[in-house]
């Protein structure tokens, strides 16, 4: 890679492909719609030579393609509210190919919704899509446009992550349990604080994604991204040796969420992804070894230890 764009840069993934980009050298420009979060991000990195800005809308294609001009790859990392979803998913993944188009390669930051229930075992990026949520159907009606023959100079791959946390994260699910946790808190968390979850750390993600779109041969397909499993009791333990705080885990389910969703749009939306906290979906990281190599994993105690640092020097 000679010089990369990444959209959504100010975001949790897209903050964390910065950063990561930058360490390895890569000439990178970040682009975004708040020119204040832009500079602070380029302030938070020590105002390295190879980062640029760029002020935009993602949903501008036009902007979008004259900013990726002397870019060889395009980081797609932008998202949309989950209660915007329906309205605006498939205008965003048609404005982002629209301006790769002219043969950019194209990275797509997305999820496992496009998968439905838990099969009983670690999925591979063959495994069917099929899909049991409205917001599944739209993930899947993406991917459908993204790899379509409208765009037949363009090359695109799309990347799924599980849930995630780290210092970079803004708006998974774990974030409010976190931030309860770092301050010694009742931390509520959504769905059983038993059940065992996938969850990648993001500049080890940033790592696997960065690596995938190195290859020619990634374009054009699926790619995992693979995390560790662990409970809200596990994180609720490590959390506690980390801050010396006992926190209290507070379990929110599906009465309570439908309750609270009459009150707040977001949580309304994430009443139908309970599924997936129940029991959890898991993704095989076998393509990713056989073709790029090992999966970095940054033990859980030493991840969590960054994040919360982060928390709660933000919180001061």
């Given amino acids: 890679m000679e010089k990369v764009l990444v959209l959504g840069a100010t975001g949790g993934t897209g903050k964390a492909l910065v950063q990561e980009l930058v360490r390895v050298g890569v000439p990178t420009i970040a682009f975004g719609r708040n020119k204040t979060s832009l500079e602070t991000l380029r302030e938070e ?17 036009e902007r979008v393609r004259d900013v990726a001009k002397d870019a060889d790859v395009i980081f797609q990392a932008s998202n949309v509210p989950y209660q915007e979803m329906a309205a605006k998913s498939m205008l965003l993944a048609e404005s982002v190919m629209k ?3 002219d043969g950019k390669k194209i990275v797509i930051v997305d999820g496992i919704y496009v998968y439905g229930p838990n099969p009983g075992y670690a999925v591979e990026e063959t495994h069917p899509k099929t899909p049991n949520s409205k ?11 993204i790899f379509s023959e409208r765009w037949k100079k363009a090359k695109p791959l799309i990347v799924r992550l599980p849930d995630y946390y780290g ?3 803004q708006n ?12 010694g808190k009742p931390a509520i968390f959504i769905g059983d604080t038993k059940v065992n979850r996938e969850y990648v750390y993001l500049p080890d993600a940033a790592k696997m994604i960065i ?19 662990i409970s809200a009791l596990e994180i609720a333990e490590i959390a506690k040796h980390i801050t010396g705080k006992k926190g209290r885990l507070i379990p929110i389910g599906r009465i309570t969420l439908s309750v609270l969703g009459i009150f707040d749009s977001f949580l309304k939306e994430v009443v ?30 030493e991840g969590l230890k960054e994040t919360f640092s982060f928390l709660a020097s933000n919180k001061k």
């Fill in 172 to 183: 998974a699910y774990l974030n409010p349990t976190l931030k309860g946790l770092v301050e």
């Fill in 211 to 229: 690596e995938v779109a190195k290859k020619e041969s990634s374009y054009g397909r699926n790619w995992h991204i693979p995390g560790k499993t």
């Fill in 45 to 61: 990195l020590g105002n390295p030579k190879s980062l640029e800005l760029a002020l935009g809308d993602v949903f501008d294609w």
């Fill in 272 to 301: 139908e992804m309970l599924y997936l906290m129940q029991d959890p979906l898991i993704l095989s990281g076998t393509q990713y070894e056989k073709e790029i190599g090992a999966i970095p994993f940054t033990p859980f105690p």
């Fill in 167 to 169: 210092p970079t994260s």
């Fill in 135 to 145: 917001k599944g159907k739209i993930r899947l009606e993406m991917e459908n446009l």
């Fill in 99 to 101: 301006a790769a188009a």
